[in-house]
Each structure stands twice: as C-alpha cells, then as structure tokens.
C-alpha cells in the first residue's frame, strides 16, 4: 500500500448504553477512495466523528499523516477536511461569507481566488452573493462540499454527502470529487446509502455492522465473495444476517 | 355543492381539542426537564429580590433616597454592560447551534479557546457601541454624566465586562453540557447574581447571611465604588484591585470548567448532537 494517510487500531466507542463501534482495525493509504457502508446505526457516523476528534474514542488509538491524533489534532484538521449532509452553515450569511469564514479558519492563502475557485466547482458560483437561507437542500450540500475542498485537504471525510441531491447533481458531483481527487491526489473516505454511488466512486469498501466491519474489499470482490449480482444486494445479505 | 359541505360544521369541541394538542406539545416538556420548571419560578423570584432589597433600603433610609436616586441611572447603566457581556458571549454560541455549524467550526484547526477569545472581542464591540449610546442618551435627556466618574470609568468598565466574560462562559460550558435545556441560562443567568451584586441599593441592605454572596461578586465593588466616586469624588483604591483580583480568578476557573465540558462534549457525543 502506499503511504498510510489513516491507521486505525482497535478503536472501539461506547455510549452509554450502546457500542456504537466496536474494536474496528483499519488502514487507508494515500489517494485511495474508500466507501463506508453498513445499515442505520452501524456505526458509520460515530467512526468519522473520532477521525475528525469532535469523538474521542472509547478505546484504541488513530494515526492520520502518520501522527497521533490525541495529541495532534488541530495540525491534522489543517489539511483534513468533513462535510455532512447533517451540517448547516449559518443561514444569514451569503455562500461567499461562509466560505470567507472558512478560508480564515483554514488559513487559506489567496482565499478570494481560492473561493472562486471552490464555488465555481461546485457550480453554485451564481449564487455566491444570496443568503444562505435561500438555497435549496441540494446547493446547501453542495455549498458544504465546496467548505470542504477549500484547503484542498490531503484526507476528506464525507457523511453521505450527496443525500438530499437530485440524480443528476449527485452524478456531477461525483464526477467533480473524483476530478478534484486525482488533481490533488486527495484521499477521500466516505459514507452512502446509494450504493450504485460506491461501485462507481469506492476503490474499497468497508462493511459495518453493529459497529464491526462484517467485509471489505473492493465492490468486485465483495459480489463475488457474497455471490451476489450487485452491491446493493451484498448489503441486504449482509444487513438481514 | 361539493364534497366539503357535507362535513360537520367546526365545533367548539374540535377547537378545544387542538388547542389541547400545542398546549400538550409544551407540558410534554415539563416532567422531564428541572431547567424548565425553574424557569417558571426564575424571574418572577429575582425580580421580587430586586425589587424587594430596594424598597427596604428606601424605607430604611427616607433621607438617602433623594441622594441615592441620582445613581439609579448609573446603577442601570453599569449593570446593563455586565448583562450585555454575558449575554453576547453565550447567544453567539447559540447562534452557532441553532445554525448547526458547530462541526463545520470544530471540525477545522479552531480550538475551543480561540472561539472564545472570538465571543469575547465580540461580546466588547457590542457592549462599546450600545454604552455609548445609553450614555449619550442619559446625559442628553436625563443629564446624567456618567463621566464625572473620571478615569476611574475604566477600570469600572472593564471590570465590569470580565465579569461578564466569565458569567458567559460558564453559561456556554453549562449549556454545552445541557443542551437546549438550559437555553434560558443563555437569557439571564447573569440575573442570578443582580439582588446580591448591590447594583440598586448597598451592600448594607442584604441580610448578614447575604454579605459574603455579595462580597465575593467583582461587581459588588464596582456598583458601591461608583456611588462612592459620585458622591465623594474619590475612591478607596481597594474597590479596584479586589474586584480585578476576583475577575482574573473566576475567569481563570470559567475557562477551566468550559474546557472540562468541552472534553467532556466529545466524550459523550454531545457537540454532535447539539441542535439537532
Ligand atoms: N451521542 C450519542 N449518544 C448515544 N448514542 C449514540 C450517540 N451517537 C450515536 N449513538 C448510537 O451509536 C450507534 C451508531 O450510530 P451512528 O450514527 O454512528 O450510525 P450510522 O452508521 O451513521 O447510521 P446512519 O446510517 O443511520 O447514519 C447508534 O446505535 C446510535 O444510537
Ligand atoms: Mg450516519
């Protein structure tokens, strides 16, 4: 594998009544795509939350870029970066001013052209000067993405990214991180329910299930392994067992 | 005539039911959250303090009142700036729950620190423009100059905002832990302290129970310091530097214990889950 941007060991996360993940080991190398999948409540979510620190995990330990993530994580956040379909921004301010805000955070130089540059990707550059309030579901995701790519993140972390995009922007969208993913030789690990999105996106895939990878492999492999036609019925195999 | 005709007409009793129904949506609320149930009882029960502690110093003193209510103004003025402080710090953390982009901040290189350093400089800039518009207004229409206190309105104000800081904090740090539920500290948990502070009326006033409550306040200080600069003109150097030595405490012990509640957030999933 080439060089390690994750490394997961044993990380395990228990709420109070739950574990929500549940002793996982894994490892993600540079420029990969790699699909998180695995049916409500798997874990999925509370995985990404300890990658970015806003979790701190249970048990086990997280490397990203080679450094420990307990004690380096505002370095390690510099050049990560998370986008939810969950999140908002705040609905006041225009598209440009959000993302203005996150260019400071970021420390991001040049943040004008920078932000041109990521609104325009995104093709909600028309929109720049609207409030945010304004914008449909779909551009608001969109809007998170382009937060997400302006510090052109060595590791991106997305929670299903494209849910509330219609067919068509959802394609586009994917055809704009995987464009941005080669440029920048970006590592991306990323959570869907769509699963025709993974077979086209994932390299690999991991498979949780009651906070266990239950599979992994790439979207080949898994069909085959499970001697299913598809990855979506690879996952109902898998969910109902 | 069409399909619609044929309902019932609108009875009493229908609207009485959905009236019922919002009304239940708000008591579904209510067994299960101590804050809310406070909060019935919070301000009407502060008020009465205020408002109590002042009639008994007027009652207790029929020649001083005349003299006393010259500072009334200042008393307001003064207490709006702490109230102000607190406030802006812990309704810009609001702002960032309610618009759900505490991941997007807390996932970037921001530490929780430097957010706070952020309210704070906010919570002054506001606090700058709104006193000098009550102060202008004062003296405009109420000739009431509030900088016959001299040089001596500095350290008043500054004093007067660290506490503010410092009520504010903690107020985000409980927040942070209780989540909406505690929303309403947002609004006045600096309150809490005003019948004990002697904004409107001495320390005198209050109870020997009261006295040690009032006297480990850093706006006690400042509230008696100003009457006693409008009166005598001149100040016991002590109603400075005591209520700075308390601030620079409590603000110290508010940051550890926003710190605590942060790590505790990511801990049990909390900042996650916040406003949503
Ligand atoms: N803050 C929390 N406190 C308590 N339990 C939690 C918390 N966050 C998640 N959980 C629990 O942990 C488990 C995993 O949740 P998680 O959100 O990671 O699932 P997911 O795989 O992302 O599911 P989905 O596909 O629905 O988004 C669930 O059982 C959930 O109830
Ligand atoms: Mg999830």
Redesign the pocket.
Known sequence: MADLIVRVQDLT?K???????DNISLEIGSGEIVGLL????????????MLLGI?LPSQGSIQIFGLDLASHREEILAHANFSSAYVMMPMSLSPWQNLNVFAKLYNIPHSGEKIEWALKKMEIWDLKDRATRGLSSGQISRLNLAKAILNDPELLLL??PTASMDPDIADKTRRILKEIQKEHRMTILY?S?NMAEVETMAERVFF?NK?KIVAEGSPKELQNKFNQGTLEEVFLKIART | MTSLANHQPLTTNHCLIRIWAVLLRHLYLYPKSASRIMEIFYWPVLDLLVWGFLTLYIVQHPNGISRFSGYLLGAMIFWDMLFRSQQAISISFLEEVWSRNLLNLFTSPLKPIEFLLATMTLSFVKLLTAGAVTVFLAWAFFSFNLFKMGTYLFPFVLNLVAMGWAVGIVTTAIILRYGERAEVMAWGLALLIQPFAAVFYPVSVLPWFLKPVALALPATYIFEGMREVLMAGNLNPKQIWIPTLLNGFYLFMAFLFFKMMFQSARI???L??LGE
């Open positions: 996360k709420f109070e009544n739950t574990v929500a993940v695995g049916p409500n409540g798997a874990g999925k979510t509370t995985l990404i939350h979790l929670d299903e959570t329910h949780l906070g | 049990h999933g909390r996650t889950k």
